[in-house]
């Protein structure tokens, strides 16, 4: 199997709660939609190249590369307000459902630190950011749209305001990036969106095709990437050797997702495909020791101990008393346990929990 | 034929990087923030001091692997918890305990102090005050350090000011009390190395120095007042800090985690609450030592300081 050339024979897309719309054997054309989204922000999925479906699954559909057409653009410019969000979203954008939007934020600080997507797209792709934020601007309809950055970058969007914000991190994760500027926490009818939304959506208006690749960062660059690529060829192509025991880390290390194949693809969440190889402790099954570090780390000041402690034993109406859903996800309780408990695991297992049971009580207030 | 998969990849949930600090390592940096006390104890005391803190490691350690063998559970004795509890109850000793002594109240700190609550964590006492405070009221005469300890010529300050008033004290000498040339706790007394250790302790940031500072700052505060309500029954803050297991309470006992409170308020609270505790048992309590009932009764405020929390994120 030739896999070091730049376009990989087959693609594997990751579904995340999507609905797959197509069949094994199935042909397609590049850019066809082969999953719906049944989350209200969350974008389709399209084939990446024409080709043939060779695996269907509730987790992923995977494409073996074949020739063939590409779709027919879609007619995007007379549109506006919900009507064009809606239609972004088909077409592979991951917008948030939002009513009302009096700020929006366009972040480009980079999440965590190591990663460059965000500054790379900065750097290169002013052009289609610029196209995006005008669509998200006719889109969203805000009073007022502000770019955040990190110290150093010299790039802006015209009519926006540039906010400089530090990379410290997580200075750079959404409710803080949303602090920084409104200078409010949790400011009302505020939406932060990242960098790399704003591209997809770009890249959407500019050639009126699905979101097919994303800016990803691997080892000390960052470059685009096809979605669906594997991430094991992303990085074998790069001269890396993956060993037994080794793990593939989509998104950064202190928030991102283990790989479980190196055949799984990059999706449009994927900031930064990397591979980690030191022995760092993993995090066990261990009970709290309670030591505190959590505590006293814990930016949206929350008792990760607490939280963590009633998830592990399945009171996650306590954990929602201990305010889990404040939890913005940083991953630092996880990486300061001196337990090395499953810190965000089990947080992000009681809020699954919590959102199951209200969408089950059908008391889900609309987003 | 072929494997599918040439490797197997390590799936694991997030963080994929970690501070590197775990369990075992703060209790070794414990151990060995602890290890300048113990060889000045040796020093000073000799081979029972040796004696006593070998003996009361090891039944901590076995007394933990006793009660998870009955308890059905995988031990962790090997992360180094059970000897830290067993040489802190040491340092609370005098270094003429008897055998059986030190092996009860060490046993009894760890199976009442810990494992009666789970495993590491869930104790709301500091694991080796309860082994010593159950000593201490069953065998006074025992735990007793000025009646024990007849043979030395050192003498135990503390007991001299309780019983004979300030100016009975022998000792004024601040860099005597320092060098560990008097008596008290075996360990608890040797200053210049548990101030060593604490440091050791802070600066590795396995301790946050708030607890200390409160401890300090509250019986340097309480003992001025005293101190400058009358100097001449009243011991000077220098006094109470040198003397007895101050400054070993506010850095190895005070600190403990799962009995003290997580936030940096309540912590100094907590710190403060204990100082001017030491200072009240000693003057007004019958024990001339207060530090170890001194922060087994702030433990019990623990939750209460506890609540004392700002607000989460976002949230109005
Ligand atoms: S991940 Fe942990 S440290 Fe970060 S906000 Fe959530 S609870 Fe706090
Ligand atoms: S860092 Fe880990 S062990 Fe320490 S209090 Fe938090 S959850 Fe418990």
């Known amino acids: 199997m030739n896999t070091r050339s730049t376009h990989t024979a087959t693609a594997e897309l990751t579904l995340n709660r999507h609905c797959p719309l197509v069949t094994c054997g199935q042909k397609i054309e590049r850019g066809e939609r082969i999953a719906t989204a049944s989350d209200p922000g969350m974008g389709d999925i399209h084939a990446p190249f024409p080709g043939s479906v060779e695996h269907v699954d509730p987790y992923r559909i995977r494409i073996a590369r074949e020739g063939g057409e590409t779709v027919d653009p879609a007619i995007l410019h007379d549109l506006g307000g919900q009507e064009l969000l809606a239609r972004l979203r088909e077409l592979g954008a991951d917008l948030p459902a939002r009513e009302q939007v009096d700020i929006l934020i366009l972040n480009g600080v980079d999440e965590e630190p190591g990663l460059l997507s965000r500054r790379t797209l900065l750097a290169e792709k002013l052009e289609t950011l610029r196209t995006g934020a005008s669509a998200l601007v006719r889109g969203y309809k805000p009073a007022e749209v502000t770019l955040a950055v990190p110290g150093g970058v010299k790039e802006s969007l015209p009519d926006i305001a540039v906010k400089v914000v530090s990379d410290q991190y997580p200075q750079g994760l959404d409710p803080l990036v949303a602090k920084a500027v409104t200078g409010q926490e949790a400011p009302d009818n505020t939406l932060v969106v990242g960098l790399e939304t704003v591209f997809h959506a770009g890249m959407v208006m500019e050639t009126g095709l699905p979101v097919m690749e994303t800016m990803v960062t691997v080892d000390n660059s960052a470059r685009l990437i096809s979605l669906g690529s594997p991430v094991g060829e992303i990085l074998t192509s790069d001269g890396l050797t993956i060993h037994d025991g080794d793990r593939i880390v989509l998104g950064g290390v202190l928030r991102g997702t283990a790989a479980a194949s190196p055949s799984q693809g990059v999706d449009r969440a994927t900031t930064a495909v990397s591979l980690i190889r030191n022995p760092t402790p993993v995090a066990m099954d261990a009970a709290c020791v309670g030591c505190g570090e959590c505590v006293r780390r814990c930016p949206a000041r929350l008792d990760p101990a607490m939280i963590t402690s009633y998830a592990e034993f399945g009171q996650y109406e306590k954990a929602e008393a201990e305010a889990v859903d404040v939890c913005f996800e940083c991953g630092l309780c996880g990486f300061f346990c001196i337990a090395r408990r499953p810190m965000l695991q089990y947080i992000r297992l009681a809020k699954h929990e919590l959102a199951k049971a209200k969408a089950q009580s059908g008391e889900e207030t609309q987003p | 034929?072929?494997?599918?998969?040439?490797?197997?990849?390590?799936?694991?949930?997030?963080?994929?990087?970690?501070?590197?600090?775990?369990?075992?390592?703060?209790?070794?940096?414990?151990?060995?923030?602890?290890?300048?006390?113990?060889?000045?104890?040796?020093?000073?005391?000799?081979?029972?001091?040796i004696r006593v803190m070998a003996l009361s490691m090891a039944t901590a350690v076995l007394a933990e692997m006793a009660c998870d063998y009955f308890m059905d559970r995988e031990t962790d004795v090997n992360d180094f918890h059970a000897f830290t509890v067993g040489l802190s109850f040491a340092f609370l000793l005098p270094a003429s305990a008897p055998w059986w002594l030190v092996a009860f109240g060490s046993a009894a700190s760890i199976v009442l102090g810990k494992m009666a609550f789970g495993p590491l964590g869930g104790s709301p006492f500091c694991a080796p005050l309860v082994g010593w405070a159950i000593c201490r009221i069953s065998w006074p005469s025992f735990m007793d350090i000025d009646a024990s300890m007849l043979g030395m010529d050192l003498?135990?300050?503390?007991?001299?000011?309780?019983?004979?008033?300030?100016?009975?004290?022998?000792?004024?000498?601040?860099?005597?009390?320092?060098?560990?040339?008097?008596?008290?706790?075996?360990?608890?007394?040797?200053?210049?190395?548990?101030?060593?250790?604490?440091?050791?302790?802070v600066m590795r940031k396995h301790v946050s120095s708030i607890i200390p500072v409160g401890v300090i700052g509250g019986v340097a505060l309480t003992a001025f007042l005293f101190n400058w309500i009358d100097p001449s029954m009243y011991a000077s803050p220098a006094f109470h800090l040198l003397t007895g297991s101050t400054l070993f309470g506010a850095f190895f006992l005070a600190t403990d985690g799962p009995s003290s409170p997580n936030r940096q308020i309540p912590m100094?609270?907590?710190?403060?609450?204990?100082?001017?505790?030491?200072?009240?048992?000693?003057?007004?309590?019958?024990?001339?030592?207060?530090?170890?009932?001194?922060?087994?009764?702030a433990n019990l405020f623990t939750p209460a300081l506890e609540r004392i929390r700002p607000k989460p994120f976002g949230r109005r």
């Open chain 2, 1 to 49: 034929m072929k494997p599918l998969n040439p490797f197997a990849l390590t799936v694991s949930v997030p963080p994929h990087r970690h501070c590197g600090t775990t369990v075992r390592d703060r209790m070794l940096t414990i151990l060995v923030a602890m290890l300048p006390a113990a060889v000045m104890a040796s020093m000073t005391f000799g081979m029972p001091a």
């Open chain 2, 155 to 201: 003498t135990y300050p503390l007991a001299q000011l309780k019983n004979f008033g300030l100016d009975a004290v022998q000792i004024t000498d601040t860099r005597q009390l320092f060098l560990g040339k008097q008596l008290g706790g075996l360990g608890a007394i040797q200053i210049a190395g548990v101030l060593l250790g604490g440091m050791l302790l």
């Open chain 2, 268 to 297: 100094l609270l907590f710190g403060l609450l204990v100082g001017a505790l030491i200072v009240i048992i000693r003057i007004y309590g019958i024990y001339p030592d207060g530090v170890p009932f001194a922060i087994l009764l």
